[in-house]
């Protein structure tokens, strides 16, 4: 009798196994590439699907129905922050985990407001994916033992003061706007990409400056560049 999805054969316990269907969102095709590779190893994962874009990631999960999505944080149009919060919208039980070479620090409480189930840092992957992958799908968070000491200590109320000066203060979607900036995009181009209004970026940079202590448009691009540049390499 054939396999049907859902199923496989597990050799060892010669016995079926029930197989998560994973969506890997990531606009790098290497990276995504890599990471079916590494699930794809995993007894109970499947990689069912890619996107490169959070529009794609939207239609393959309306029509995969996948058990996980995994996303990465930076991508051209809306970022991994906002398919998080759609998807969250439109699909409240699903499990996502976010695969980035972003500084944890910085981005994981946001994914985890935003609805993610979990962070995992790339050059971690290799190593955690699996854990990360399973507990996720079991309902719980996966963030690493670091972060959950430092969150730990913020409810406490041991608040780093660095993370109050720095671009930790922006809002997720003025830091989205900060990064876009950094890599060299204008005004008009980053509307374009995030649907969203002229005047509405305007309105985005100017809160930016405001918080970060920027006199001009200047002190803004140097600054973003500069965060952009200290950023892993993908």
């Known amino acids: 009798m054939g396999m049907y999805k859902g199923e496989k054969m597990n050799t060892a316990a010669n016995s079926k196994t029930k197989i998560y269907e994973v969506l890997i969102v990531d606009d790098h095709p290497i990276v995504r590439q890599g990471l079916r590779s590494l699930i794809d190893q995993v007894d109970d994962l499947h990689v069912c699907g890619e996107a490169g874009s959070s529009g794609e990631a939207l239609k393959s999960l309306a029509h995969l129905k996948p058990d996980l999505m995994l996303v990465d944080i930076s991508m051209k149009g809306p970022d991994g922050l906002e398919l998080t919060k759609s998807a969250r919208a439109l699909y409240p039980e699903l499990p996502i985990l976010v695969v980035s070479m972003h500084d944890e620090s910085l981005y994981a409480e946001r994914v985890l407001r935003a609805g993610a189930s ?37 409810v406490a109320g041991q608040r780093s003061n660095a993370a109050a000066t720095s671009v930790g203060r922006l809002s997720d979607r003025e830091l989205e706007v900060f990064r876009l900036i950094g890599q060299g995009l204008g005004t ?35 600054q973003a560049v500069q965060w952009v540049e200290q950023q892993p390499a993908q």
């Open 118 to 154: 979990g962070y995992i840092m790339k050059e971690e992957v290799a190593q955690n994916i699996t854990e990360a992958a399973h507990k996720v799908l079991n309902g719980d968070i996966y963030i690493s033992d670091h972060m959950r000491q430092k969150i730990l200590r913020g």
């Open 188 to 222: 008009r181009k980053i509307a374009e990409d995030l649907h969203l209004s002229i005047k509405t970026i305007e309105t985005y940079r100017a809160h930016i400056k405001e918080k970060l202590g920027l006199q001009n448009a200047t002190e803004l691009v140097r």
